[in-house]
Each structure stands twice: as C-alpha cells, then as structure tokens.
C-alpha cells in the first residue's frame, strides 16, 4: 500500500486565491512526521511545514497551513494568497518515528500553477 | 538554517565511465544520509540509506554494485554511479540529518542532473 498519497496531479489556483492540496498517509505508527515539500524546476527541495503526530495545533507557517486531520490521515497543504512564485511541484512527505532521522516516504506531488 | 551542499549540479558523461556526486553537511555532523532518484515528472525514489562508518542499506531494486555509496565522515557522503549507461540519467538528491537535532529538521542537497551519452 502506498504511504503517501496525492490525489491530484496538477491544480490550477488563481493568484491571491488559497488553494488545497491533497494529501492522504496510511502508517501503524503512533509517532510521525508529516512534512510538505516545494520543488521549483530548478530541482531543490524546499521544506514548507512540518506537522507531528503528536501536535494537536494544526501547523502553520506564514501563508501556509496544514489541516490535520488524525483520524482520517490526511493532512492537507493550505496555501493562502496565492502568489506566481507558488508555482512548482509539492510534494508531501512522511517520516515514521519521531525521534530518529528516519526515510522519508513521498507522494507522488501535485503540480501547482498560479495564473495571473 | 543547516546546510547540504551537492555537487556537481549538473554533470555529463559519456556511457560506461563512473561519475561521483558529493554530499556535504557544512554546519553539523549527519550520522545518516539518504539517496533519492527522481525521474521527470515523478516522484523522490529512496535508492539507499548511508550510515557512517558503516556499510549502505540498499533499497530493493537498487543494485548497490553500481551505485556505490561511501560515508567516511560525519560530513560527506558519495554516490559513485559506475559505468553509467543512459537509462542512469536522473535528478539525484541527497538528504542528512542528525540524531543529536531537531525531529522536525530534515536538509537536501540541491541536487546533481546526471546525463549519460
């Protein structure tokens, strides 16, 4: 079974608008970590918002937040304000265990596009 | 912020030479380092873990005889893909942390866009 997945490959959102993007995990673990990740063409990976297991505050950073929702393992991107730089791939991320710097398990992303 | 540094960003070889592509930590000590694969338009595939000191752990279907990792340091990891053919043309990236830092810390590499002719 997949441990990450992302529903929907490409999204387009127009700017200054806030845009959703999936993201659904299957773990047995009790202790993880859920991170988001940008990849603008250039190929880096850009860490956005971490959310762990044990957090009961949905994770925010700036204009991005992350709706978690325990029971149902998913834990969706919010971006809000939309800006044309948004534009990249996002990928979601799991990493069982707290602790350790364990393997991270990625979905498959979602290609963003911000019109102007 | 920790940094990872990658290098090369971007290399071309000629089929059946080995390229090498370095991991460096710069500002603290990675006791572990992973190595992905990413193939256009897809996804980060985890290729093998890199424990200092310590023998890689390969992930199935990846044949560690030809992509050799070595973790000498607590600061620099390799992957030497050897006798590359052009199938091995991907975006590699790397990614270190740290059992002594923060669970939320999590640092790539830029990564290195490997070509084979």
């Known amino acids: 079974a997949q441990k990450i997945t992302q529903t929907q490959p490409g999204m387009f959102v127009q700017e200054k608008e806030a845009v959703t993007l999936d993201c659904t995990y299957d773990?047995?673990?009790?202790?993880?970590?859920l991170f988001w990740y940008k990849q603008p063409s250039s190929g880096e990976m850009i860490f956005l918002i971490y959310q762990g297991s044990y957090d009961e505050q949905n994770a925010t950073e700036g204009r991005y937040s992350l709706n978690f929702q325990k029971a149902r393992k998913s834990a969706n991107l919010v971006i809000s304000a939309s800006q044309l730089g948004d534009s990249a791939m996002y990928f979601c991320?799991?990493?069982?265990?707290?602790?350790?710097?364990?393997?991270?398990?990625f979905g498959s992303g979602t290609k963003l596009n911000v019109k102007p | 912020g920790a940094v990872v540094s990658q290098h090369p960003s971007r290399v071309i070889c000629k089929s059946g030479t080995s390229v090498k592509i370095e991991c460096r930590s710069l500002?603290?000590?990675?006791?572990?380092m992973f190595w992905y694969r990413q193939f256009p338009k897809q996804s980060l595939m985890l290729m093998a873990t890199?424990?200092?000191?310590?023998?890689?752990?390969?992930e199935q279907g990846v044949e560690k005889d030809k992509f050799l990792i070595n973790h000498a340091s607590l600061t620099l990891s390799t992957l030497t893909v050897t006798s590359a053919h052009p199938e091995d043309s991907s975006f590699y990236i790397c990614?270190?942390?740290?059992?002594?830092?923060?669970?939320?810390?999590?640092?790539f590499g830029q990564g290195t866009r490997l070509t084979v002719v």
């Open positions: 890199s424990n200092e000191g310590s023998k890689a752990t390969y």
């Open positions: 500002d603290f000590q990675a006791t572990t």
């Open positions: 990614s270190a942390g740290s059992t002594g830092g923060s669970y939320t810390e999590a640092f």
């Open positions: 773990t047995s673990d009790q202790s993880y970590g």
């Open positions: 991320a799991m990493r069982e265990g707290v602790y350790n710097f364990n393997k991270f398990y």
